[in-house]
């Protein structure tokens, strides 16, 4: 059976980078990991953000914790196999912050 590469976490320089590559996102104080809030006109907007979100996180076998109430969707990343932070996290803040930016 093939071992899958292993996951790196973020490096000093990048987690020194991650306010100017994604500035609507906060680093969690409690975890190595990243959160957004969102929020939509209505819960139709909210769910069809999410699906958007869910194929995306399919495709790249990265996926976010998240929850939705009502308009409003949270969102955390983190690399459980790097034990926090790591590159597929920032891939894929870029990707959702893309997706709600239309």
């Known amino acids: 059976m093939l071992h899958p590469a292993k996951i790196e976490p973020l490096t000093q320089d990048a987690r ?3 306010a100017a590559t994604l500035p609507a996102w906060r680093l969690l104080p409690d975890r190595d990991a990243i959160a957004r809030d969102f929020k939509f006109k ?3 907007a909210a769910w ?3 699906a958007r979100i869910a194929l ?3 495709q790249q076998d990265h996926h976010p914790e998240w929850s939705n ?9 983190t690399t459980h196999d790097a034990g ?3 590159e597929r996290d920032v891939k894929l803040a870029q990707a ?3 997706i709600a930016a239309r």
């Open 42 to 44: 209505d819960f139709s």
């Open 48 to 50: 069809g953000f999410m």
């Open 56 to 58: 995306l996180a399919e």
């Open 69 to 77: 109430v009502y308009n409003r969707v949270s969102i955390t990343l």
């Open 96 to 98: 959702i912050d893309a």
């Open 84 to 86: 926090g932070l790591s």
């Open 16 to 18: 020194g980078g991650l």
